[in-house]
């Protein structure tokens, strides 16, 4: 029966801890994401290997008639690392965000302390003499600090939702699997599966991330001139508008301020796009270029958005000229493309006159 038992947890778990090794030997030859990213994924790779085996020992542990220190133990770590791992979690998801106040790390502290401390005084858990599992009265201390990162993690993915649908759904899905996964292990008495989903999630959303540095912009976020060919390609049977948009005198901004200055202009002219133009594709086709794709809008549609936007920028030093061009399945894409592109000129030279005007 005991070789029956071990074999039967080979067999849970091989997969798993099979996935988080090669996913760490991928991160240490990976040189796609900052290291910061790289160090959480790292270490949050790590800790659920260490939760899987913490949960594998408390689960051996707990068919024994008596409670044990490994039982005990391991309890205790499993308490800590759910809601470390977790928080890793929420660092990667706010990489583009300020970054998050030390405050954040309170709650950490806190339930590893109260954990560690359940072993002499089952102030979170205790174990009866037949080994059964009771909460002391603070047992969902490690459940409450999860849930609290999780939401903190779904708080960041709202934020780049304009910019990034699918990196908030990826989040979702993990989140709604891991929160499953715990309620089963809590409530119905399932063991490991907990662990192993996050694993699994660690490991689906660093290869989610990797695929979406080859798709955007770094910078801003947008997708690249590569995925607005490859879109463009998708809708040929189907009526579109193009907008083009070019950022004026962006190289005035990075001589005169530095490139800070520069990527600052970036950033809050796209953050006007994003607000102006919630149901476009945006992309960065260029270092102060961007394109606009629309479905199902019609020309004046999008002319009225451009006056929208324009307006949105007059407080703010930077202008961005716009074109719109319209395209029908059976015209040629790229002469609808260099027709955008005309009237975007057309809007730059527009905008610059009426600069040489203020300044007189």
Not at 24 to 45: G, W
Not at 321 to 348: L, T, W
Request: glycine share 4%.
């Amino acid at each position: 029966m005991e070789f029956t038992l071990i074999r039967g947890l080979i067999q849970l778990n091989y997969q798993s801890v099979a996935i988080s090794i090669i996913l760490l030997v991928f991160i240490c030859t990976n040189k796609t994401f900052p290291r910061n990213v790289l160090m959480y994924f790292f270490v949050a790779c790590i800790l659920a290997l260490l939760l899987t085996f913490a949960d594998n020992v408390r689960y051996l542990s707990s068919q024994l008639p008596a409670p044990t220190n490994a039982r005990y133990w391991s309890s205790a770590v499993g308490y800590t690392l759910r809601p470390i791992t977790i928080f890793l979690i929420f660092e990667v998801s706010g990489r583009n965000q300020k970054r998050p106040s030390a405050w954040y790390w309170i709650p950490i502290f806190f339930n590893t302390a109260i954990s560690f401390l359940s072993i002499p005084t089952g102030i979170m858990f205790f174990f009866t003499d037949d080994n059964m599992l009771g909460h002391g009265p603070l047992g969902y201390l490690c459940h409450f600090t999860t849930l609290a990162y999780a939401v903190l993690i779904i708080n960041n993915s709202l934020k780049i939702y304009k910019s990034n649908k699918m990196e908030t759904v990826v989040i979702a899905v993990i989140i709604v699997f891991a929160s499953a996964a715990a309620v089963l292990e809590h409530f119905f008495l399932f063991s490991i599966i907990l662990a192993q989903t996050i694993t699994i999630g660690i490991v689906f959303y660093f290869l989610f991330l990797n695929v979406q540095v080859h798709k955007r912009d770094t910078l801003t976020n947008l997708l690249n001139r590569r995925c607005f060919y490859l879109d463009l390609r998708r809708f040929l049977n189907r009526k579109i508008i193009v907008l083009s948009m070019d950022l004026n005198d962006l190289k005035r901004w990075n001589d005169n301020y530095g490139h800070a200055a520069g990527d600052t202009a970036i950033k809050t002219c796209v953050d006007f796009m994003l607000t102006t133009f919630p149901k476009a594709r945006l992309y960065r086709t260029g270092g102060d270029e961007f394109m606009a794709i629309f479905l199902n809008f019609t020309k004046e549609q999008i002319l009225t958005l451009v006056r929208q936007f324009h307006a949105k920028l007059e407080p703010t030093p930077y202008r961005v000229a716009c074109g719109v061009a319209e395209f029908i399945p059976g015209d040629d894409i790229e002469k609808i493309i260099s027709q955008s592109d005309r009237e975007m000129y057309k809007n730059k030279k527009a905008l610059k006159s009426v600069e040489f005007e203020q300044m007189k």
